[in-house]
């Protein structure tokens, strides 16, 4: 067993692409459910329609990065109003059925074979975002210590992904602080009363709904160029879910919230998945017990055995405050 | 004396008690608002009209529809017909907070204390004209610092006139039923209204804070303030109001003042039933 070995490819998730990448699109969900109280099951849906809007743009279409990129935040703007419009007024159960509803269709959709032309169909595209390592300046090598070495490449995205993260941690400050924020809270405890103070709660949710869905769309548009690949089945509702679960792991309604929680979600992922392998390989568990092949599954069920832990010990997530969850008649 | 310095409450005195009555200065009119749940007719007013400047109670027995006629007056519920105008402006399938920026807010039979914003933040958020409150703006501080600064002054003389001062900075959750109830109050004068329309404002809390309510209802009708509620307690009623309206089955069935309503009929047969006092069978035997 080489706990330094697991430590340091624990640690380098933590503090990788993906955690940055989730934590973005866990702050746009945190705008939703944390502060505005919408369901949104679908986040993922945004981080499709980014992804491609970058994709499709430059790989289909060879448009130059940057017009990808307003096209992937265009794109997102559209999905919120298509999808708040009609259901904003409506009680919050419906917002949850239409989004994850919209997020599969968009999935099948860019999968589907009359789409291949321009999507690539199930192998999506690849190689779109060379331009941006082009202007890496970065000089090439291998950067940090021991275990925790990054390349050239990498560390360039986790520059760009963690000032993103930082950009909307601060947004998110400003904006919440503001009487905006204000409507935003009141919203989420009681819409009919915001309403008797003449606030227009409508407009408000689809603001909010907008506003996050472009931070999703970003972290998309993040993944996509990170990997330099988008495939339609890496955005499948799951990945919702892994943003629902940091996000309460962080503590909703918190502005840090959503990149503790992401951070200590990737450790934790990495960590348990390094650990078992591990085990297994110096027959600290036998392989009759899990196979190699199971422990990728093993490792979400421990994930989840945390997260009951967290939600009796402490529901509010780690940053969350009791009183108010206590407080709280939602 | 000249008809400018009546006090406009009293010039409800000539008014005669019948349903339906002009008033002389009215601020509210409704005329034939109707809604239906399926079968039932749960509110079907021909014509209400309340005086400016007045304490108008709304009563009536369980179900007479009183809360149901203020949902459609406010836009919190769709009138299937009817028309009503707000100080001579037309109000009718206009959206709530439409209706609240025109001047006319309301509070509700259940309080809706935004648990967790601030009693401050409570009173805060009610006031209007921040331009902080629009997305892009909220964003540079410096463009809304200075309304927040003066709505906050407005907020703290607020909270000191309803003693809520003490829970400024406390979460409106932990506030008590009846400290909640101020609060409403409260914030719903911060939107500057003409009107408030107040759902059962002594419903659930002690007979002190009753009175202490109460008080500053009447000192609100003072400087010219037009409150209808919607009350169950006859003392308060007979209390407070200048005028009462009575509602049964969805109609308005008596006006008059105070005084004149206890023994009035339609009332009395509203509240016990038409055949209270005889006894049964009494009908066939005439």
């Known amino acids: 067993m080489d706990f330094l070995t697991i430590l340091g490819d624990a640690s380098r998730a933590a503090i990788g692409p993906e955690a940055a990448i989730y934590a973005l699109a866990a702050i746009g969900l945190n705008m939703h ?6 369901l949104n099951f679908g ?9 491609y809007g970058v994709a499709v743009a430059v790989a289909t279409f060879s448009a130059p990065l940057w017009a990808g990129i307003v096209i992937g935040i265009a794109l997102a703007i559209v999905l919120a109003l298509l999808l708040g419009i009609p259901t904003l007024r409506l009680r919050a159960d419906y917002l949850a059925i239409t989004t994850i509803a919209a997020g599969e269709i968009l999935r099948y959709v860019y999968r589907s074979n009359f789409a291949s032309p321009v999507t690539g169909g199930v192998y999506g595209l690849t190689r779109f975002a060379d331009p941006l390592y082009a202007i890496n300046p970065i000089p090439a090598g291998q950067y940090g210590f021991g275990q925790l070495s990054v390349s050239d490449r990498s560390l360039w995205i986790m520059v760009i992904s963690w000032s993103l993260v930082a950009l909307a941690c601060v947004l998110m400050f400003l904006i919440i602080q503001s009487p905006w924020g204000r409507v935003i ?9 915001a309403r008797s103070l003449g606030k227009n709660v409508f407009g408000y949710r689809l603001q909010s709904l907008v506003f996050g869905g472009v931070l999703g769309a970003t972290g998309g548009m993040l993944l996509a160029v990170y990997t330099q690949a988008v495939q339609p089945d890496a955005y499948n509702p799951v990945v919702t879910f892994y943003l629902y679960t940091l996000l309460i792991l962080g503590g909703a309604g918190r502005i840090l919230g959503p990149v503790v929680g992401s951070v200590i979600f990737w450790f934790i992922l990495v960590f348990t998945d390094s650990f078992l392998r591990q085990a297994i390989g110096t027959g600290l568990i036998p392989a009759g017990l899990i196979n190699p092949t199971e422990v990728g599954a093993v490792r979400f069920a421990l994930v989840g055995v945390g997260l009951m832990l967290l939600m009796i010990y402490r529901p509010q997530g780690i940053l969350g405050d009791r009183r108010e969850m206590m407080l709280s008649d939602r | 004396m000249t008809a400018e310095t009546v006090p406009r409450a009293s010039r409800l005195a000539a ?11 009215p601020i509210l009119v409704a005329d034939d608002v109707t809604r239906t749940f399926g079968g039932l007719r749960a509110v079907q007013v021909s014509r209400l009209e309340v005086q400016r400047g007045a304490i108008t109670a709304l009563i009536g027995p369980n179900g007479a529809g009183k809360t149901t006629l203020f949902n459609l007056l406010t836009g919190f519920d769709r009138a ?11 109000l009718a399938g206009l959206p709530a907070y439409r209706v609240a920026r025109a001047g006319m807010v309301r509070t509700f039979q259940l309080t809706k204390s935004l648990t967790l914003l601030t009693v401050l933040e409570n009173l805060k958020l009610a006031s209007r004209q921040q331009t902080g409150e629009r997305f892009f703006t909220a964003l540079v501080h410096p463009l809304w610092r200075a309304r927040e600064e003066s709505i906050e002054r407005l907020a703290d003389e607020m909270l000191a006139r309803f003693q809520l001062d003490r829970m400024r900075d406390e979460f409106a959750g932990t506030l008590s039923g009846g400290q909640r109830k101020l609060l409403e109050l409260a914030r719903a004068l911060m939107v500057r209204p003409a009107m408030i329309m107040l759902d059962e404002p002594t419903a659930g809390i002690n007979p002190a804070l009753t009175q202490s309510l109460l008080r500053h209802i009447q000192q609100l009708r003072d400087e010219g303030m037009t409150i209808l509620f919607v009350e169950h307690d006859m003392d308060v009623v007979m209390g407070i109001s200048d005028w009462v309206v009575c509602m049964a089955e969805g109609r308005v069935i008596a006006e008059g003042p105070a005084a004149s309503i206890g023994s009035n009929h339609a009332v009395i047969d509203a509240y016990l039933g038409a055949h209270h006092g005889r006894r049964a069978g009494d009908e066939e035997l005439r």
């Open chain 1, 33 to 38: 459910f944390g502060y505005t109280g919408l």
């Open chain 1, 43 to 51: 986040q993922v849906g945004f981080m499709l329609v980014g992804a």
């Open chain 1, 185 to 193: 809270r009141s919203v989420r405890e009681d819409e009919d009363a």
């Open chain 2, 15 to 25: 008014v005669p008690p019948e349903p339906g009555v002009s008033k002389p200065d």
């Open chain 2, 80 to 90: 299937d017909a009817g028309s009503w105008s707000f100080e001579g402006r037309s």
